[in-house]
């Protein structure tokens, strides 16, 4: 189980990843709808696992990573993205992210993917 920070600016977003990762055991810590309070939440939780929306206002989600990363290197990090947004993936991966869901998404991907950036 895994202690997690999601940060989305959609609250029903928010609402069915925290559903998901709590139906796998995960507890949710925290949950923000910005970038900027995603990485203040970060900061105040230590979360070991966060999943990020790229597009918030205040602060977008490869921002945010940036600022969580130069914090905390080691920080696991997985992006949540539109489809039409794949060519921002690789500048978030580049910025820190260890993974990343497209939505709309499917369960089983997000459970690999979340067990993956886990068990790096």
């Known amino acids: 189980m895994a202690r997690v920070l999601i940060c989305d600016d959609s609250t029903f977003m928010r609402m069915m990843i925290k559903k998901l990762l709590q139906d796998m055991g995960h507890e949710i810590v925290a949950e923000g709808g910005d970038g900027k309070q995603g990485v203040q939440l ?19 989600g490869i921002q945010a990573v940036k600022h969580i990363h130069e914090e905390d290197p080691v920080a696991r990090i997985i992006m949540v993205t539109a489809i039409g ?15 990343f869901v497209i939505k709309p998404f499917d369960p089983e991907q997000v459970q690999e993917t979340v067990n993956k950036v886990l068990a790096e």
């Open 42 to 60: 970060y900061r105040q939780f230590k979360p070991d696992l966060v999943t990020m929306d790229i597009t918030m206002p205040i602060m977008d």
């Open 85 to 99: 947004q794949r060519s921002i993936i690789s500048e978030a991966l580049n910025a820190g992210a260890s993974g």
